[in-house]
């Protein structure tokens, strides 16, 4: 008897999604590529050490300065981002042994809220950089809603409909989302 909650209609799908174009079995998306999971450890280790490298700049800079919406936006990006990174890191790498269906669904949608939010306020700190000329502010608002508009669609529409398809799959040691057929 089997203990998984899974039909066999959609193991067989999945193992035949697992088999490569030569028949070989691949297990997971360290195999699909090798360079999948360094990447993503270096590029956070490289994000880590420039945090290091301007933190006395950021003492200076920020810390001293007068609280504003500004800054507050670039200490949020700056300390989330990395945590959200690393939890990031452990949930799609492939090296969780397991998660709990409700950390699946709280992170896949609390991690796609995040990345809206994130890139807002990137958005309006490149506003309060550039001094906010006219055009600047048009183009960027324009694209931040166009991107705001598509995510929070895409996000909605899969709470709505495939939220109850978010789990961890264990031959892949990843949170899984089945995809909408919109998409």
């Given at each position: 008897?089997?203990?998984?909650p899974?039909?066999?209609?959609?193991l067989?799908s999945?193992?035949i999604?697992?088999h490569?174009?030569?028949?070989?079995?691949?297990?997971?998306?360290?195999?699909?590529?090798?360079?999948f999971i360094p990447?993503i450890?270096?590029?956070?280790?490289l994000?880590?050490?420039?945090?290091?490298?301007?933190?006395?700049?950021?003492?200076?800079?920020?810390?001293?300065?007068?609280?504003?919406?500004?800054?507050?936006?670039?200490l949020?990006?700056?300390?989330?981002?990395?945590?959200?990174l690393?939890?990031d890191l452990?949930?799609?790498a492939?090296?969780?042994?397991?998660?709990?269906?409700r950390?699946?669904?709280?992170?896949y949608?609390?991690?796609?809220?995040?990345?809206?939010?994130?890139f807002?306020?990137v958005?309006?700190?490149?506003?309060a950089i550039?001094?906010?000329?006219?055009?600047i502010v048009?183009?960027?608002?324009?694209?931040?809603?166009?991107?705001?508009?598509?995510?929070?669609?895409?996000?909605?529409?899969?709470?709505?409909?495939?939220?109850?398809?978010?789990?961890f799959e264990?031959?892949?040691?990843?949170c899984?989302?089945?995809?909408?057929?919109?998409?």
């Amino acid at each position: 008897m089997s203990t998984t909650p899974y039909s066999p209609e959609l193991l067989a799908s999945l193992e035949i999604a697992m088999h490569d174009h030569t028949g070989r079995h691949v297990l997971t998306i360290y195999r699909l590529n090798p360079l999948f999971i360094p990447l993503i450890v270096v590029g956070y280790a490289l994000l880590i050490y420039d945090h290091i490298l301007t933190f006395t700049d950021e003492i200076q800079f920020i810390w001293k300065a007068k609280r504003s919406p500004a800054v507050i936006m670039f200490l949020l990006n700056r300390y989330i981002t990395p945590i959200v990174l690393a939890i990031d890191l452990y949930d799609k790498a492939g090296i969780a042994t397991y998660a709990s269906h409700r950390f699946c669904v709280t992170w896949y949608f609390t991690e796609a809220m995040w990345y809206i939010v994130s890139f807002g306020m990137v958005h309006a700190l490149v506003m309060a950089i550039w001094g906010r000329p006219r055009w600047i502010v048009f183009l960027l608002s324009s694209l931040w809603l166009a991107y705001f508009c598509t995510t929070l669609g895409i996000l909605l529409a899969s709470l709505l409909t495939k939220a109850h398809t978010v789990h961890f799959e264990p031959l892949l040691k990843v949170c899984y989302l089945t995809i909408a057929p919109f998409l």
